[in-house]
């Protein structure tokens, strides 16, 4: 509603007007622009019919915004203050008004959704049809499946739509894509059972998710609040796409993750079991005198493994209860080697002995460091009978492990000449030095000469701080002349895409 001063203004028309008048409505919204050409400059009040007085722009020079709400009903009254304090005269078009909007018309702009399907829905709901309209959705959810996917035009993206049906106070996506946070609370379209998230999205994107419907609210601090969804996360009941692949317990939805299936999906050759040669895993449980503390190492043995090969090669995993079950790394491996992509390769997996204990370890820590060059890695090679060179060592790890795994090799590169990080936390700021930096790897790397290790690192576009962090790390071993194969996919921060992406750090630092 866009209307000058000549439609709202009850005017003088004499030549020497000293006030404008305008009709209010108790609690009108009042938009105008108010033009001075005077250098010394202007105010511009309004009287009220109480005689009460509210300056509304004051020292305007040129043109200048004002807004208002009327707070009784009467005709108001515009003066204009010269810079001396005293009113002076209102020349033609001097104050406009733009809007005057009353209070039955003060309502917002209908919610535009990015999805078309939730916006046509939102447009068609009434009280009336409710029932009808929901049941017919939900019918063809069932149908197709979860999340709803629309096209783009002209663009190799999608408007992706997460789904949930019936919560009663909140629900969340855990692994969201939102590039901000790991977890997205879900909107509800009016009161209606429709709980959803729409994100416009890469074809080729690499996203696992779960939900968290109607998490409780604990007296608890927020990082264990955050922590309390695990308490309800479960699978997309609409969608088949499932990770793992073939669950154990595929009846129990909260056992695993939903899968984010589209065009262009990376699908990995290598995960699968195929008909090939299979190496052994075998198991130990390992003391470290210097950590206090015991753990389970499993180590996997190639096909006809050879300890005196030239050419075996040697991988330490971290996190590795995770990647011998959620990441099939033996397979991985078996389908590599089978393939020979890459050499024969010895694994040891490394698991925590605690929760708390991969908090103080992974995160850069000398005494873990020393552990894994003087015991750890000793130990492995009198135990197999062999002796590999650093230059066919690796270490690899996510996340905490592949800050972990950057550290390490910075303090043992005669040992571990290769490091493979997915995803890793470079945010880390040390808590022990006198200056914090905000990527204290990449200020460890910047301040050293550089040294005989060869990197491959990974960071998903979906995690934003690690993404950030990840290339900053990455320009500061360019800089300093490191062999780096650095890598972004459209990935979150999980396990799904790291069992995608491991094999390609295998193939870049061991390939043959």
């Known amino acids: 509603m866009m209307k000058k001063i000549t439609a709202l203004l009850l005017m003088s028309m004499s030549t020497f007007a000293y006030s404008q008048s305008i009709s209010l409505q108790n609690g009108d919204f009042v938009k105008g622009e108010f033009t001075v050409t005077d250098k010394d400059g202007a105010d511009l009040a309004v009287v009220f019919a109480d005689k009460s007085e509210r300056r509304l722009v004051q020292n305007v020079v040129g043109k200048k915004e004002f807004v208002f709400k009327a707070e009784q009903t009467g005709t108001a009254d515009f003066v204009i203050y010269s810079s001396q304090g005293k009113k002076a005269e209102i020349q033609q078009d001097q104050i406009q008004i733009l809007q005057q909007i009353p209070v039955e018309k003060q309502n917002a702009l209908p919610t535009k959704y990015l999805s078309t399907k939730i916006q046509q829905l939102a447009e068609q709901i009434t009280e009336q049809n409710k029932m009808a309209l929901l049941d017919e959705f939900w019918q063809q959810v069932t149908k197709q499946g979860t999340p709803l996917i629309e096209p783009v035009e002209n663009t190799d993206e999608n408007v992706v739509t997460f789904l949930w049906r019936g919560a009663k106070h909140n629900v969340w996506l855990w692994g969201s894509p939102s590039r901000e946070d790991h977890h997205d609370q879900l909107e509800r379209l009016f009161d209606s059972d429709i709980w959803f998230k729409s994100y416009q999205l890469p074809n080729d994107s690499l996203v696992s998710y779960g939900f968290a419907p109607d998490v409780p609210t604990l007296p608890v601090s927020q990082g264990e609040q955050r922590r309390a969804m695990l308490a309800t996360l479960q699978a997309d009941p609409f969608n088949p796409h499932t990770y793992p692949a073939k669950p154990k317990y595929p009846q129990d939805r909260f056992s695993y993750e939903s899968v984010l299936k589209l065009k262009n999906t990376p699908q990995s050759p290598w995960l699968e079991a195929k008909s090939v040669a299979q190496g052994t895993l075998q198991s130990y449980s390992f003391h470290s005198q210097i950590l206090g503390n015991e753990r389970r190492i499993r180590i996997y043995l190639p096909t006809h493994f050879n300890p005196n090969n030239p050419d075996l090669h040697l991988l330490f995993l971290f996190d590795g209860a995770e990647y011998v079950a959620k990441v099939a790394t033996p397979t991985i491996l078996d389908n590599l080697i089978a393939q020979g992509k890459i050499p024969p390769t010895v694994a040891v997996f490394i698991d925590n002995p605690t929760t708390q204990a991969r908090r103080t370890e992974l995160p850069p820590n000398p005494n873990f460091a020393n552990m894994l060059a003087t015991e750890l890695y000793p130990w492995v090679s009198q135990q197999l009978g062999i002796k590999i060179a650093a230059k066919h060592t690796a270490l690899a790890g996510s996340s905490f492990g592949g800050l972990a795994t950057a550290y390490i090799a910075n303090q043992y590169p005669d040992i571990f000449g290769n490091a493979l990080v997915l995803s890793g936390s470079f945010w880390w700021k040390d808590p022990t030095a006198s200056t914090q930096f905000n990527n204290a790897m990449a200020h460890l790397y910047a301040s050293q000469a550089p040294k005989d290790i060869r990197f491959f690192i990974s960071a998903g576009i ?50 043959q």
């Open 462 to 511: 979906y995690e934003q701080s690690i993404l950030n962090s990840s290339r900053h790390f990455k320009d500061v071993l360019m800089a300093k002349n490191y062999p780096v194969i650095y890598q972004e996919y459209h990935s979150e921060h999980g396990y799904y895409s790291w069992q995608t992406i491991l094999p390609e750090g295998l193939l870049a630092l061991f390939g």
